[in-house]
Every structure is written in C-alpha cells, then in structure tokens.
T-cell receptor
Framework: AQSVTQLDSHVSVSEGTPVLLRCNYSSSYSPSLFWYVQHPNKGLQLLLK??????LVKGINGFEAEFKKSETSFHLTKPSAHMSDAAEYFCVVSDPNSGNTPLVFGKGTRLSVIA | DTGVSQDPRHKITKRGQNVTFRCDPISEHNRLYWYRQTLGQGPEFLTY????????KSRLLSDRFSAERPKGSFSTLEIQRTEQGDSAMYLC????????????FGPGTRLTVL
C-alpha cells in the first residue's frame, strides 16, 4: 500500500519569501512521486514529477522538489513566492510498475501568499 | 481547447435521484480515470479505463455507481439513488498508456445532493 502525508494543511508566506511545502511518503517499492497544484475553479495541473532519475526535480513556475529516500520525503520548494502561487498543492505517489495507476493523493496544503 | 472537458460543471439534485456525468478526454489519450474529491481532502481514485475496457475499480465505487466508456472515447459516470454523502467534486483525467505518463485533469463536476 502507498500513502502520502502532507505535514501542513495551510502555509502562509509573504510575497518574495521562500516556500516550503512538506510531504512524506510510504511505499513498499520505489515510487513515482508528483506535485499537483489546484487553483480555484481550475483543473489539477502537474507541477513536477520524480520517476527514479535525478533526485532533484525542477518543475514549472520555479518550483522544485528533492527526493530523499532515507527520509522518505519529497518536499516542494520555491525560492521566492508570487501572489499567483496561492492555491492548493497536492503531493501524490504511485507505483511505476502499474503504469502509475492509481494516483494516491495527500490531503493537500493550502498556500496563502501575503502581499 | 484540447484539454479534458467535463459536463455539467455543477449539478444539484435531490436525494434518491439518479445523475450522470460526462467526460471527454484528450483525443489521443487511451486511458481515462475518474476520481472523487470531498471538501478538505485530496482526490480519491474511483476507476479507470484503457480504451473501452474498465481495468480497475476502487472499493469506493459502490454498486450505485457505474462507469462506461463504450467506444473508447468519452466516458459517463452514473450514480443511482443519490445520497447526501455523494456530494463531492467528480474529477476526470486522461493519459496515454505506458511509462510514467502524466494524467491531465478536467475542471470537475461539483455534485450537491440535497
């Protein structure tokens, strides 16, 4: 069985300051890991994915995440927050041996950006 | 727009009624997925199709739920005898098969059962 735990339900940062959204995963095999973002009234959008290549993964809009097997973590970071980053973020795990189906989502972290 | 589309975007119904939702995937995608998202939670997998074959169903998919993808293109999700606990956002996604392919999500159908 696979699962993810997003350690913060809500994170608030000031515009221009760093963003850290924390995610720990549990998997009995080497997983695929993803971060998705959900803006209000819009579909989920893939930010980045880890699929056993480089452990530091760069995504869209300046986000990146680092896969740390020893810590079973896949935290999402961004050096400088922008107002448009305010959204709900989901950490996701899946089994690459099953074609990454199904995706198992965390409960989400709501990111607020203060001007 | 060539993304995943869902119809309707919102549905309000009374308890006990049947509802049907439609999903149109990205045209070249042969896999189609249904998820359910309740307030304050992440999406939960319900079922998926590869072409017209339904390959996996979650235990969340009770007997009142049925999904079809008759020609391997669009899909429908029907809920019979709706209950208040069915109120949620129903999300559809599509992808190509093989490898760590990205799932592209539609905007969802928000169901409210009164």
């Amino acid at each position: 069985a696979q699962s993810v735990t997003q350690l913060d339900s809500h994170v608030s940062v000031s515009e221009g300051t760093p963003v850290l959204l924390r995610c720990n995963y549990s998997s009995s095999y080497s997983p695929s890991l993803f971060w998705y973002v959900q803006h209000p009234n819009k579909g989920l959008q893939l930010l980045l994915k880890y699929t056993s290549a480089a452990t530091l993964v760069k995504g869209i809009n300046g986000f990146e995440a680092e896969f740390k097997k020893s810590e079973t973590s896949f935290h999402l970071t961004k050096p400088s927050a922008h107002m448009s980053d305010a959204a709900e973020y989901f950490c996701v795990v899946s089994d690459p041996n099953s074609g990454n189906t199904p995706l198992v989502f965390g409960k989400g972290t709501r990111l607020s950006v203060i001007a | 727009d060539t993304g995943v589309s869902q119809d309707p975007r919102h549905k309000i119904t009374k308890r006990g009624q049947n509802v049907t939702f439609r999903c149109d995937p990205i045209s070249e995608h042969n896999r189609l997925y249904w998820y359910r998202q309740t307030l304050g939670q992440g999406p939960e997998f319900l079922t998926y199709f590869q072409n017209e074959a339904q390959l996996e169903k979650s235990r969340l998919l009770s007997d009142r739920f049925s999904a079809e993808r008759p020609k391997g293109s669009f899909s429908t999700l029907e809920i019979q005898r709706t209950e208040q606990g069915d109120s949620a956002m129903y999300l559809c996604a599509s992808s190509v098969s093989g490898g760590p392919s990205e799932q592209f999500f539609g905007p969802g159908t928000r169901l409210t059962v009164l």
